[in-house]
């Protein structure tokens, strides 16, 4: 059994995560998650694990209390008292968490331990950093996945039929929080389009504008990224291909997000597999560190 840990200062995604792998306690569940979302999102769904050979064994974050709430309601039986008690007592690690600054220097602790790492969203703001955390995967023979959960998005499935064209993709995102956030908009354009664009530009249009990159791929799409809080909550993609057929897609689906990530995830932990490559990576943390320059 592949034994996996949980890390955050302030969890995130914990429990679509843990009941996932680990299954859940549905009375413990209903008394001790805080986080009505994800509540919703797993109620009922998970009495058993799904993943076959991989657990959730340790968990470490920086509220106990929330340690003790995600360990008692997804069947945990490790709550620790430092990150490293979890990185030196599993195989691979799941880091969920907000802060920036802390999920680099976690991923790096993760990697120079030898244990594969996810990352939810990026590792770093800053894309140099992000492959030079990439290079430290490669040279230990472990893997490190970064994404938000909207790169499986099912809604997006399909969009991108047809060669060439144009497409917008937007999310409502206010640019004090891109740093944060804007890898939800880099995943909704991947998961349409592909994780291999070919060229990626900031799109210039002035210091009032919001945020804008193109990306463009190998068949000629060009593909807009816009964040703003005058848009659609979450995803939308709308795209026209080079022969006139369009498309428009909401990306609203949160369960088969979820579903998926962690799908990708066990397969990672259980088989060394890369989900997505190693320059896919490299390329999210670019594309993010572009909406916000």
């Known amino acids: ?17 843990g009941a996932w792998f680990n299954g859940t306690d549905a009375e413990a569940l209903e008394a001790r998650c805080t986080k009505a979302w994800m509540l919703e999102l797993i109620r009922g769904r998970f009495p058993e694990p799904v993943a076959k050979g991989s657990r959730i064994t340790h968990v470490w ?31 691979g690690v799941l880091v969920l968490d907000e802060e ?13 331990a030898g244990k594969s790492v996810f990352v939810d969203k990026t590792p ?19 893997v490190l996945a970064a994404w938000s959960q909207l790169l499986f998005a099912s809604e997006a499935q399909g969009i991108a039929e047809g060669e060439g064209g144009a497409a917008l993709v937007t999310f409502n995102l206010g640019q004090d929080i891109v740093d944060k956030y804007g890898i939800h908009l880099v995943c909704s354009a991947f998961a349409a389009f592909g994780c291999e664009p070919v060229h990626m530009a900031k799109i210039d249009a002035g210091p009032e504008a919001p945020g804008m990159v ?13 964040a703003g809080s005058d848009v659609p909550a979450r995803g939308t993609v709308a795209s026209i291909s080079k022969a006139g057929d369009p498309s428009v897609a909401r990306l609203m689906d949160m369960g088969a997000m979820f579903d998926g990530s962690a799908a ?9 597999v890369w989900p997505v490559s190693p320059e896919a990576v490299v390329k999210m943390s670019q594309a993010a560190a572009l909406l916000c320059d």
């Open 1 to 17: 059994m592949v034994k996996l840990g949980m890390i955050g200062k302030t969890l995130i995604h914990n429990y679509p995560y």
């Open 61 to 91: 974050a920086g509220v106990r209390e929330e340690a003790d709430a995600i360990a008692a309601s997804c069947l945990i039986p490790k709550v620790c008292d430092s990150p490293d008690q979890v990185i030196e007592s599993v195989d």
């Open 100 to 112: 920036l600054d802390f999920r680099t220097e976690i991923v790096e602790d993760c990697l120079n």
């Open 124 to 142: 770093a703001l800053d894309p140099a950093k992000t492959r030079q955390l990439v290079k430290l995967a490669q040279a230990q023979g472990v």
């Open 214 to 226: 193109c990306l463009q791929y190998a068949d000629g799409r060009n593909v807009v990224l816009r």
């Open 264 to 272: 990708a995830l066990t397969e990672m932990f259980e088989d060394g």
